[in-house]
């Protein structure tokens, strides 16, 4: 049995919709299909989940939101057009954006949810009437009904442990089933969404607690490939990946899979399939506990940029008990979160994105270590893009990091920092914003450019 997950631009028109149809029905094994709401159709394109996140705002600021609930409105019965569906399904979608945009305010946050959901409970609705209209046993699940309980953190939620057993029981239900993704309810009943493109964490805790044999993610990529195609042109493809390499690699920006979407599918050992829709013939990336290791020592680079160091120096900080707790008590009273800590003898740097600091924190911040933990001296360095080369075998292959600071080296990029060593899946390296590129572009040759992935 597989639970098969379809992203939003997979789902962005009536002609995605029928492709959507015709890869479900051609395996009989694909029983439980999670859906996106509609994505981009072309880059400028706005995303339904953007559309109604707008409808949300303009409502709590007392403003009309027509124009946006009927640009909603608009892709919906579009794609319905499309399809040849009765007007009846258009009808009930806009009888339930009315009935959401009427509801409770008072917690802002819950009222986003609630809006920000419509747009895959919707897209279920509407995907389910299609499979019907073609004939197929198919029907809409209602994730309430079905047990999805989720903890109440507007736009954060997290799966309750009791929802896998509970959602076990669809297996008992006959024909497909079209599963909204993207959101879950709490125990007092309330609508509460994953993180942005969350609908990858609902076919995750589905495949689990279904017990899928696979896990199947179809997007608009062939493959996952080896490292950012913006940077480099039609990079390498990955045919396997182990779940520790996907991780680190979506963590530092391969956008193709959330990366909190693996965790439950990892922990029932249940392997993930990307494919894409568009081109379901091709092999597509298959994720899995172990992976056989025939290439080299590097599988993937990702890189992102954005990150800022807090530098610290203290004379004798080796000796001084409970420093480094310290240090970052402080970025918790101000609910600030780290990447990295590299440290030395008298030295720590804390590396952390820095669209979590504006001016008046990172003065806070500073004045606060100096004061409270007497450093000599501290400083923020701004614009680094951070680098992980990532791999399985790197444990065993010798010298990858000399080749890597070597190619480094030879394109003239300074070193920021270095952190190897706490994870044997990965190396990091930070520099500054503007070499990003060229140092991907140097590691991709000195990795890939003469192997077969
Ligand atoms: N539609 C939601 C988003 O745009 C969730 C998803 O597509 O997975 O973030």
């Not at 270590?369 to 000599?376: M, P």
């Not at 080749?403 to 480094?408: E, G, M, N, P």
């Not at 394109?411 to 990003?436: L, P």
């Amino acid at each position: 049995m597989k639970v098969v997950k379809f992203g939003g631009s997979s789902l962005a028109s009536g002609k995605q919709v029928e492709k959507v149809f015709n890869i479900v029905t051609t395996d009989p094994t694909r029983k439980v299909v999670v859906v996106s709401a509609p994505g981009k159709r072309f880059p400028e394109d706005i995303k339904v989940t953007d559309l109604l996140i707008e409808c949300a705002d303009l409502v709590l600021r007392g403003r009309d939101p027509k124009e946006q609930v009927e640009a909603v409105i608009a892709r919906y019965q579009a794609i319905a057009e499309e399809l040849a569906l009765p007007s009846q399904i258009i009808m009930e979608i806009r009888q339930d954006l009315s009935d959401r945009l009427n509801s409770d305010q008072r917690k802002p946050d819950r009222f986003i949810d609630l809006l920000k959901a419509s747009g895959e409970d919707n897209n279920a609705k509407l995907v389910a009437s299609y499979f019907q209209s073609r004939g197929v046993e198919a029907y809409y699940v209602n994730p309430k009904e079905a047990g999805l309980l989720v903890s109440a953190e507007p736009g954060n939620a997290q799966a309750l442990p009791e929802s896998y057993e509970l959602l076990y029981s669809l297996h008992s239900r006959p024909g497909i089933l079209i599963f909204p993704g993207f959101f879950g309810f709490s125990k007092e009943g309330d609508v509460y969404t994953f993180s942005r493109s969350g609908s990858d964490i609902t076919g995750s805790i589905l495949a689990n607690a279904l017990k899928a044999d696979l896990y199947e993610n179809f997007t608009d990529v062939d493959a996952v490939y080896s490292v950012n195609p913006f940077i480099i042109e039609r990079p390498k493809e990955i045919r396997e990946l182990t779940y520790r390499e996907m991780r680190e690699l979506s963590y530092a920006g391969f956008s193709v899979l959330h990366d909190e979407a693996l965790v439950p599918a990892f922990r029932a050992g249940i392997p993930v399939h990307i494919k894409n829709t568009n081109n379901p013939q091709a092999e597509g990336t298959r994720i899995m506990t172990e992976r056989d290791n025939t290439n080299g020592p590097v599988i993937g680079i990702a890189s992102d940029e954005g990150f800022c160091s807090i530098y610290v120096s203290k004379y004798l900080m080796n000796r001084e008990i409970g420093f480094g707790r310290k240090l970052l008590g402080i970025l918790e009273d101000y609910g600030i979160s780290y990447e990295h800590t590299p440290s030395g003898i008298d030295d720590m740097s804390v590396i952390l994105r820095e669209n979590q600091l504006d001016e008046q924190t990172e003065k806070a911040i500073i004045n606060r270590i100096k004061t409270e933990l007497h450093a000599d001296e501290v400083k923020i360095e701004h614009g680094l893009a951070l680098i992980m080369v990532v791999g399985e075998g790197m444990r065993r292959n010798v010298g990858t990091m000399a080749r890597a600071s070597k190619a480094l080296a030879k394109a003239k990029v300074n070193i920021e920092m270095i952190n190897q060593g706490s994870s044997e899946v990965s190396m990091m390296f930070g520099v500054k914003e503007y070499d990003e590129k060229k140092a991907v572009q140097a590691l991709y040759d000195e990795f890939f450019a003469a192997v077969t992935v």
